[in-house]
T-cell receptor, first 120, second 115 residues
Framework: GAGVSQSPSNKVTEKGKDVELRCDPI?????LYWYRQSLGQGLEFLIY????????KSGLPSDRFSAERTGESVSTLTIQRTQQEDSAVYLC??????????????????FGPGTRLTVL | AQSVTQLGSHVSVSEGALVLLRCNYS??????LFWYVQYPNQGLQLLLK??????LVKGINGFEAEFKKSETSFHLTKPSAHMSDAAEYFC?????????????FGKGTKLSVKP
């Protein structure tokens, strides 16, 4: 079956412009995550959606970053007024619903190929 | 708060030699621990995971890792390196424990395999 897809694969933009990055999770996966991978910082969590619950935005680095998710499908990460330090690979991941009553169950996060963002 | 430390940003081994990638964690809850691999220009792929139960876990491609609570470690090993193992490896801990929630990653270790 299809994995997690992300678009565009590469995005070059000028400082100050807004960008939108898209993530299509695996069908049936209720959980969706955004991470950022940059030189020197490694992989950082940005935001987490789980079903209809309020998203966990605790990893967003500034109010220029926001994300939305339509139901349990597509998610869009928006960066407003981009800065050069926003240059990174943005990774999306999705996972299945948790299994009720199974403490030890873990739902693997499946990662997309990422969007490489370059801010000039 | 949970954290992960990977010792060595670059590790180089000869083909056929033992691979040992080190990972230490800090967690205020019983940890769920993971190793992911990232090949050039690709996304992350889960190698193996520890949740509960047996502390020696086996993953794909001949890799295994042992959870040692007393040492707060989860080192990744493979008895004999292959050229195709060259990649970047990330150790991670589940931030809140349990089956959901975001992962906290180490900074990664790039593995080179010499012929």
């Amino acid at each position: 079956g299809a994995g997690v897809s992300q678009s565009p694969s590469n995005k070059v933009t000028e400082k100050g412009k807004d960008v939108e990055l898209r993530c299509d999770p695996i069908s049936g996966h209720t959980a969706l995550y955004w991470y950022r991978q940059s030189l020197g910082q490694g992989l950082e969590f940005l935001i987490y959606f789980q079903g209809n619950s309020a998203p966990d935005k605790s990893g967003l680095p500034s109010d220029r970053f926001s994300a939305e998710r339509t139901g349990e499908s597509v998610s869009t990460l928006t960066i407003q007024r981009t800065q050069q330090e926003d240059s990174a690979v943005y990774l999306c991941a999705s996972s299945r619903p948790g299994l009720a009553g199974q403490i030890s169950s873990y739902n693997e996060q499946f990662f997309g190929p990422g969007t490489r963002l370059t801010v000039l | 708060a949970q954290s992960v430390t990977q010792l060595g940003s670059h590790v180089s081994v000869s083909e056929g030699a033992l691979v040992l990638l080190r990972c230490n964690y800090s967690s205020s809850v019983p940890p769920y621990l993971f190793w992911y691999v990232q090949y050039p220009n690709q996304g992350l792929q889960l190698l193996l995971k520890y949740t509960t139960g047996a502390t020696l876990v086996k993953g794909i491609n001949g890799f295994e890792a042992e959870f040692k609570k007393s040492e707060t470690s989860f080192h990744l090993t493979k008895p004999s390196a292959h050229m195709s193992d060259a990649a970047e490896y990330f150790c991670a801990v589940s931030e809140y424990g349990g089956s959901q929630g975001n992962l906290i990653f180490g900074k990664g270790t790039k593995l080179s395999v010499k012929p």
